[in-house]
């Protein structure tokens, strides 16, 4: 292992920024139109910039179309965070990724992948199949040095399950092939932020 790479799994975890009530910021029944437009693509994509106070600053589509800007300005109303914390447990900035999805009778849910890497492995942990993901948190400070990977809880997101067990490989892939850019503030400058990034697993084929 890397001395770089020894550093960036070292130490105190951190924690990204933590939503308040994401069920309540959009949808279908105070919002119908627009709720219905997304359930006919399937979903809207979407990343907010939120202040080391919680307050969020930006909202950011994967896709650049009206729909998705549309939902950015509904969920910007009313999102609410408690803030990321850096390794010392301090307030610090954080990117919150969501995907807003609404199922319409008859048609399939789609699945967005917002996987930043692939990484293709012999075999995965017992009991786990593939394509098999992990999520991590990291430390990106102003200047863009990474620190501090390390896996999220398991959790069974609406799309995919986690596997814990598959962060530090995860960490590992991202410190070699993954450059993330650093957080602005409402200002403009960079500043350290916690983000995250989900990395999908796949058995080599045979």
């Excluded at 909202?59 to 969920?75: G, H």
């Excluded at 009313?78 to 610090?92: E, N, S």
């Excluded at 390390?150 to 070699?176: D, I, M, S, W, Y």
């Amino acid at each position: 292992m890397s001395a770089w790479l020894s550093i960036v799994l070292a130490g105190a975890a951190v924690s990204p920024a933590t939503p308040v009530e994401p069920n309540t910021w959009f949808n279908s029944k105070d919002n119908p139109k627009t709720a219905m437009r997304v359930a006919e693509r399937g979903h809207v994509a979407y990343t907010i910039d939120v202040a080391a106070d919680g307050t969020p600053l930006r909202c950011t589509p994967d896709e650049k179309s009206d729909l998705d800007q549309d939902v950015c300005a509904l969920v910007m109303k009313r999102a609410r965070f408690l803030p990321a914390k850096d390794d010392q447990g301090q307030p610090v900035a954080g990117a919150y990724e969501a995907v807003a999805s609404f199922l319409m009778p008859g048609k399939q849910r789609s699945r967005p992948d917002r996987s930043k890497l692939a990484v293709a492995v012999d075999s995965l942990p017992a009991g786990v199949t593939s394509p098999a993901f992990a999520r991590v948190a990291f430390l990106v400070e102003g200047a863009g040095t990474v620190s501090h990977c390390a896996p999220l809880a398991g959790e069974r997101r609406r799309f995919q399950q986690t596997v814990p067990a598959l962060g530090p490989a995860a960490c590992a892939a991202l410190a070699r092939d993954y450059h993330p850019s650093p957080m602005t503030d409402a200002t403009g400058a960079a500043v350290a932020s916690v983000q995250s990034a989900t990395v999908r697993f796949e058995v080599r084929a045979r």
